[in-house]
């Protein structure tokens, strides 16, 4: 019997063996992340590189590379808060007012409804140049963590819009966007508390996501020291030597490649590949530059930002350092954090005061850790939709004096872009801290503008200033093809390039 009668009584002999789980799929269906997943692209580099150590010679060994390091991250370090449950931003945290900006004041029933304490709608404090109010929540929390120096260095805006109240299908979040206008880090591009297509509780629009960007699940500081795995080579014959044996694989990477003929990029990519596993090897070999803990800056330090009583004993504490730690020195892109207990409508005040000055301490420990390292940082924080109050107050010593959330309310909604400049406070443009405005009985005029209605247009938004803060503004309309604001970008652009 010959191969051809084989095949006619067995015509499935060469077809592919599929488990019968429904867990595992056809290689040919199956997408770039999950080929890795099932280790078959991590297979290929793992055949070649015994071959390639086997061909070393003297004038390989000679050779050197014309690849450039890796930049930590080319853009500026972005951190995102989102804050489950509908938090309050506008008002009792951040200044709001009419069309003429924050301090176009509303009337004593608009206030009311906004959460002030009696007669303080004038108490206000600029000291990060937007202007919160004197004895917000936030304000409070950040000022705990952030030095003097490090608040003259931040500038921020405020969006008024509205926002579907205590769900994850508000379509806001603008961490792909981020990446695809640049933000690259060296371990990862994304990063998110939430194991989500968005690693937070928001959504992110359909069109925004990328499956090979999907952040990676980073909820405290041992996640942040598990996400890479230098393998045995730098375990055991360390940092130093595993590094001298990738330049080797690089070398005759490169002398090989001479004799390939393929498209001069595909040389490069590959060349340059390898020096990206030897930068690795050398950044994180050691355990330490990952470490949470023993930063002297974050926690190990006298004057550390916090203590290790703050890290083990606040889960939202321990993820603000992590963040600040992974995001600021370059190692993720950008990053989502998601802090749940937001839906404080209890009837009381104390509660929501307590969970924002938690809020504020994360900014804060950001902000400060920025300055500390001499890096600029966006911190964007977000909800989904708000609270109101009906003026009853709360005298307890949380509470404030303040009245009490009695209930959801998106039409209180807001988002909050915070920018530290370590060159001096960024500058705005003229349409200044506020965009859209609120009407005189407290709620978002959901017509004045493409943001002030629509979660998908605040995740634009965020990205769009984004762009500006980084100088690549120009790049927006090509980037975003799809982008809702056409030529009229002025009108939702607030910040002047910092980089």
């Known amino acids: 019997m010959d191969i051809k009668d084989i095949k006619k009584l067995f015509p499935w002999a060469n077809d592919p063996l599929l488990h019968n789980d429904g867990k595992h799929k056809n290689p040919k269906h199956m997408t770039r992340r999950e080929l890795i997943s099932q280790g078959f692209l991590n297979g290929v580099g793992m055949m070649m590189i015994p071959s390639l150590l086997g061909s070393l010679s003297k004038e390989v060994l000679a050779q050197q590379m014309n690849c450039s390091s890796k930049s930590l991250n080319p853009k500026i370090p972005f951190i995102g808060l989102d804050l489950a449950g509908g938090a309050n931003i506008a008002g009792g945290n951040v200044m709001v007012g009419g069309p003429n900006g924050q301090m176009d004041a509303l009337s004593p029933e608009g206030y009311t409804y906004l959460g002030f304490a009696p007669n303080t709608s004038t108490n206000t404090n600029n000291e990060l140049g937007i202007i919160f109010h004197g004895d917000s929540a936030f304000l409070r929390g950040i000022k705990s963590k952030a030095s003097a120096a490090a608040l003259a260095r931040v500038n921020g805006a405020i969006a008024c819009c509205r926002l579907a109240n205590d769900t994850q299908n508000n379509t806001q979040s603008p961490l792909y966007g981020i990446a695809k206008a640049g933000a690259e880090g060296a371990i990862s591009r994304l990063a998110g508390t939430s194991n989500s297509v968005s690693g937070g509780r928001s959504m992110s629009p359909t069109n925004f996501i990328n499956d090979e960007w999907r952040p990676a699940l980073i909820s405290n500081y041992r996640q942040l020291t598990g996400t890479i795995d230098l ?212 709620r978002v005029d959901s017509a004045a503008n493409l943001v002030a209605n629509s979660a998908t247009n605040l995740a634009y938004w965020v990205i769009l200033n984004y762009m500006a803060l980084n100088n690549n503004l120009g790049q927006f309309g090509t980037l975003f093809p799809e982008q809702p604001f056409g030529t009229d970008l002025d009108s939702y652009v607030h910040f002047q390039p910092i980089v």
């Open 231 to 442: 393998g045995t080579m730098a375990q055991e014959i360390g940092a130093a030597s595993a590094a001298s044996v990738f330049r080797r694989i690089a070398n005759l990477s490169n002398t090989n490649l001479n004799k390939v003929q393929e498209a001069q990029v595909k040389k490069d990519l590959l060349k340059c590949g390898y020096k990206g596993a030897t930068d690795t090897i050398v950044a994180f070999s050691d355990p330490a530059a990952l470490d949470v803990m023993s930063d002297n800056d974050l926690v190990a330090g006298n004057n550390a930002i916090f203590n290790v009583g703050d890290i083990s004993g606040n889960r939202k504490f321990n993820q603000a350092a992590t963040y600040a730690k992974a995001i600021v020195n370059g190692y993720v892109g950008a990053g989502v954090m998601t802090f749940g207990g937001y839906d404080y409508h209890n009837g009381s005040r104390a509660t929501g005061e307590v969970r924002d000055f938690e809020a504020g301490v994360a900014m804060g420990a950001a902000i400060e850790y920025a300055h500390r390292k001499n890096q600029p940082l966006v911190f964007y924080t977000f909800s989904d939709g708000s609270v109101r109050s009906d003026g009853q107050l709360d005298n307890s010593a949380d509470g404030r004096g303040k009245g009490v959330w009695r209930g959801d309310s998106g039409t209180t909604s807001a988002a909050l872009i915070l920018v530290y400049n370590p060159n001096g406070r960024a500058q705005l443009t003229p349409l200044g801290h506020q965009l859209g405005h609120y009407m005189m009985n407290g």
